[in-house]
């Protein structure tokens, strides 16, 4: 372990201990974002076999051709796997396997391997989101025993975090464009590997905290908000969703559902943490979706420190691909999901004192240089492993950042798989903001009864 890996593993220890705030970052620590980290915090040099190489900046030029929307659907054409990670091999490759991709390999020796290409750092943002960022280190902390935030705007919050919880709000608040639109599907993988499409949607995004004239003293606290129109199948078309997130565990998710046959906007309460999320037929939780959607408050967040691993990267070439070629019959299709060798961070989620959750236990996974979720690993109360999921972050040249929206949850004891927000097929810009009383009950409502 190097010195600074060491330190900040041995800071993160310190720091693991409950209490009404976490201290902001040194000057001193902050000054590591403009020598040895990233502008965003992560280790700056390769490793030591050269497997995982230097950040430079990251990936500059991409292609425009090929692209879906403003997703480039085609990154490192004509590049090939340096090997592949099977059931027959992955004792060679323990060491970089979370549980929920050994599981895989095991549960589908014959279809599920690993694609393992070169290790590319291709993560940039905007200087704007790195001044930000580096404004963060020193002024934001997380308060509330962890559960909120103060003092912080437009970029990670915590690039030098000292605890479980500050890792997991870098993910909440990973940088976004102000306001995007897209389409998706929830599409159900059933026990004997047949698929159905639970929806189709058409969704708008919005980012307080990624507004251009956002300040840390102006913000309000909500940082997402999101309206979405079911388009398929014909029964639930036209039934909408509204959600508002905010950093304030006083200030709960504000959720409305709009049904057509009732024609009334109602206030939906449980669309959050461990609720069947019926966008997606019920065939996983709404704190799921996105890897991770909504308030940490029924766990205690325990940062383990930081590890090699091989997860899901630079997957415009599975984002772009149709959904027959994207989706196999058990899983993801291997010959377009491809795998690359990262520094992640590595966080124990336990369901806190007083609290309860369908999934007792998860270890996430995320990405050093970009803060996103790349997998996670839910045990039941026995301790077995009951679920997995996998991420497929790609690159979004307009914004600029690499961005998470598809994740695909395996229930492991179920057999079954739920792939959520398929982007396949589909949509994604970035559009200018809208007025925020377009994410309430009161718009949708006044649209329904049209």
């Known amino acids: 372990m190097n010195k600074l890996k060491a330190a900040l593993v041995t800071l993160a220890a310190m720091t693991a201990l409950s209490g009404a705030a976490f201290a902001a970052t040194t000057a001193d620590e902050a000054a590591k974002l403009k020598s040895v980290l990233t502008p965003l915090g992560a280790e700056k040099a390769g490793n030591a076999d050269g497997s995982i190489p230097a950040w430079d900046g990251g990936l500059k030029d991409l292609p425009v051709s090929g692209a879906m929307g403003d997703i480039p659907t085609e990154i490192f054409a004509g590049e090939k796997p340096l090997f592949q990670v099977t059931a027959a091999n992955m004792a060679q490759y323990d060491a970089l396997l979370s549980d929920g991709t050994r599981a895989l390999l095991k549960k589908f020796p014959e279809s599920f391997r690993l694609d393992v290409y070169p290790s590319h750092r291709t993560a940039r943002a905007s200087q704007a989101v790195y001044d930000h960022t580096f404004a963060n ?123 057509v046959g009732q024609r ?87 369901v806190a004192e007083g609290k309860r959750h369908a999934v007792p236990k998860r270890t996430y996974y995320l990405d050093e240089d970009t803060w996103l979720l790349s997998l996670m690993d839910g045990y039941d109360a026995e301790g077995k492993l009951w679920r997995t999921t996998q991420m497929t972050p790609f690159i979004v040249p307009a914004i600029p950042a690499t961005i998470v929206k598809t994740a695909t949850v395996f229930n492991l004891q179920a057999n079954t798989m739920s792939v959520i927000q398929a982007l396949n097929g589909e949509t994604f810009k970035v559009v200018p903001q809208k007025p925020e009383t377009y994410f309430t009950g009161d718009a949708v409502a006044a649209e329904g009864m049209r």
């Open 264 to 350: 009334r906007v109602r206030r939906a309460p449980t669309v959050a943490y461990d609720t069947p999320d019926f966008v997606a037929s019920g065939a996983n939780y709404f704190d799921e979706v996105q890897g991770l959607f909504g308030a940490l408050d029924r766990y205690t967040w325990k940062l383990v420190g930081k590890k090699e691993l091989l997860i899901p990267y630079n997957s415009n070439g599975f984002i772009g691909a149709s959904e027959a070629d994207a989706v196999a019959k058990n899983h993801l299709n291997p010959d377009k999901v491809r795998w690359e060798r990262h520094r992640v961070w590595v966080v124990e989620a336990s």
């Open 137 to 259: 280190a020193t002024n934001c902390q997380a308060i509330d025993a962890g559960l909120s935030l103060k003092g912080c705007i437009g970029g990670i919050p915590f690039p030098v975090p000292a605890s479980g919880a500050e890792v997991m709000w870098n993910y909440l608040m990973r940088i976004e464009a102000p306001s995007i639109e897209y389409s998706f599907k929830n599409i159900v993988g059933n026990a004997d590997g047949t698929h159905t499409l639970a929806t189709r949607n058409q969704i708008s995004f919005q980012y307080p905290f990624y507004y251009p004239d956002a300040t840390a003293d102006g913000f309000k606290g909500e940082y997402a908000m999101l309206r979405f129109n079911t388009l398929e199948p014909p029964f639930k078309a036209g039934e909408s969703l509204v959600i508002r997130d905010s950093i304030d565990p006083g200030d709960p998710r504000k959720a409305w559902q709009y049904l």
